[in-house]
């Protein structure tokens, strides 16, 4: 219940609060904190029943549904696409601070019990018991976005879970309260959305038509698309101009093989059709998003028999696919969301990379075109687009702005071959010079299109202070009233938490590169690591290991291959032996690890305790994972081995002071 509450929680808020949509592991944070505080507060109030949870996932509901908290950001050294266009009032910053206490509190409410089961068994049983539950919680929810279903659905599913531990709970007129509540929550649930919302894997989609006919298509409540017909038989209806670009850079250039990445409802793909393609791979990440075009597009693309769809990641298609291609298009990929609650990776970011681009130039044919165009913020972002695109192909691109802030690129061998002056100079714009610090290009490593140079931007760094003093006030506050000091927490346990969660970013980040950015990848890497804590736990359970010191330099010598061989050289085929040599360097660490944890968590006297202050370390590891933002993701494992070393030395003496503390105060 904990996990389904909590993946229920970080992918329905986003979709309705456009700026927590970029800052989804603030939401995890606020789980792990709010499961912490539960466990302790659970030795001090163990029946308050399941009343203050429903009252509270309530409040969450009202205030999101009912208030307008999208806010728009204007910072210099980063571009948050999406935001600054949404349609809702623009609320200050307090409605960050505000949801995280609010997810905290709820997360809370709900793990009071968690503690006293923690004790009442052998704690790796416990764990165990745990752990299952945790992966019927993924298998659960990741079936539902499978289906495409809506939150009423979800919710739904959270009263029957909280019906199911309900039983065996005594009476009090306090329980009358939970069906109020949750009934509350789903009447206000289905009269919040308007008729015809659906649910992607990745969005909240809704429809809207335009003046002129055309069918806008919005994301998150942010204006994502339009169903645009080639030829527009309404005037005034402009459709933006860089879809005809490349045909004005080459008159009369027919386009046989065309790939377009991000192919969405199928404006793009209509483009291409009738300026001659013969044969088009429209790939699109999103299958709910690519359903829609094939329902409404006045052209029908995705009917015509020259195109073959991919629902697939744009970087992995290219990775997985050796044809050659007159034309490649980036038709407008910027995705609006981020790919997972632990990583900072939009859906995106390992298209716009030096080695991405790389890999575009490597599948055109000899006289091919790689063209991309988008809605561009700031002439930062185009004079880095433009450095890595000449990078990438050892050419200077063709460059052209449009009013609106919109910009059109195009590269490759065609371009390079051009004769000096053939280009019609009205079609091309001088890129303007950019002043300031250098541009860092974006890479596998430091996946950070939308970063000027490496930065942790003041808004993340306010909020990151935030979550670190609410953590510190509410532990103390809580520990007080359970009886469990900061002294009393086991330093071993919270430094595990902190190096796990790093570890797990990691495994994700590498997963998502080599495999795509797809949310079943992502549901099925943490699954994976999920696996693993069982299996360990299981290892630890009936093959116990005697010597920890041969865990943890297996531990370290796994996490150095792990940086010694970075995920560019993996890149190998076939898929199958890319896949096992990945699992084996990525889930070994994660493996050891938690036998690491397993085998210390076996020997404690205080489950509950170990267990929070676990939780409590992995608030600080998601707040460390924004150390990526300046060095890179691959950094991090050294981050992760010191953590272990700590912990290997709080392994000793450091390990058992709760243990001895909470067995004299009992």
Known sequence: TLLFVELVLIRWIPANVTYIGFFTNFTLMASFLGIGLGILAGRRWPNLGLAPFAILLLSIVALVTTARLDIVLTSPSELVFGVGVSSGANVNFLVLPLMFVLVTLTMAMLALPLGGLLRSMAPLRAYAIDVGGALAGIAVFSGLSAAATDPLLWFGVIAVLLTMLSFGQPIRWTTLLVPLALGATVLILGGSYQHGDTWSPYYRISLHEASCGVINVNVDGIPHQALHPVIDPNTGCAKEPFYNQVYQWFPGRQFSKVLVIGAGTGSDVAFVLANGATHVDAVEIDPSIQKLGVQLHPDRPYADPRVTVHIDDGRAFIRNNADRYDLIIF??????????????????????????????????????????????????????????????????????????????????????????????????????????????????????????????????????????????????????????????????????????????????????????????????????????????????????????????????????????????????????????????????????????????????????????????????????????????????????????????LFATKARFLADRDLATAA
């Not at 044919?365 to 050892?394: C, N, R, S």
């Not at 797809?518 to 359970?541: G, Q």
């Not at 493996?591 to 397993?598: D, G, R, S, Y």
């Open 331 to 648: 038709a407008q990929t910027d995705s609006l969301t981020l790919v997972s609650t632990a990583a900072n990776l939009r859906l995106e970011s390992f298209l716009f990379t030096k080695e991405g681009l790389a890999s575009v130039r490597d599948h055109l044919a000899t006289e091919g075109v790689f063209v991309l165009y988008d809605y561009y913020h700031d002439p930062w972002l185009l004079q880095k687009l433009d450095g890595m695109i000449q990078d990438a192909f050892g050419a200077a691109p063709l460059f052209r702005t449009y009013s609106g802030a919109y910009a059109a690129f195009a590269d490759g061998p065609a371009v390079a071959a051009l004769p000096a002056g053939q280009v019609d100079p009205t079609t091309v714009t001088p890129l303007a010079p950019v002043v300031g610090n250098p541009l860092q290009p974006a890479t596998d490593d430091w996946p950070f299109l939308y970063l000027r140079a490496p930065d942790i931007a003041p808004y993340y760094l306010a909020a990151l202070a935030f979550v670190i003093g609410f953590a510190l006030v509410s532990l103390r506050f809580v520990g007080k009233a359970a009886g469990v000091t900061l002294t009393r927490f086991s330093p071993h346990f919270f430094v595990l938490g902190a190096a796990f969660l790093l570890l797990e970013t990691r495994s994700l980040v590498t997963f998502s590169l080599l495999f795509g950015t797809t949310w079943l990848v992502n549901a099925l890497t943490f699954f994976a690591i999920l696996t693993s804590v069982l299996l360990a736990t299981l290892v630890n359970a009936r093959r116990p290991i005697r010597r920890p010191g041969l865990l943890y330099a297996a531990l370290f010598a796994a996490l150095l291959l792990a940086f010694l061989l970075p995920p560019d050289t993996l890149l190998i085929d076939p898929p199958w032996l890319r896949y096992l040599i990945v699992s084996t360097i990525t889930f070994g660490p994660v493996f050891i690890a938690n036998l690491v944890f397993t085998r210390s968590f076996r020997d404690t006297t205080t489950a509950d305790t170990a267990f929070a202050s676990n939780l409590l370390g992995a608030v600080l590891g998601g707040c460390l994972e924004y150390l990526a933002l300046l060095v890179g993701y691959r950094a991090l494992l050294l981050l992760v081995l010191a953590l272990y070393g700590l912990a290997a």
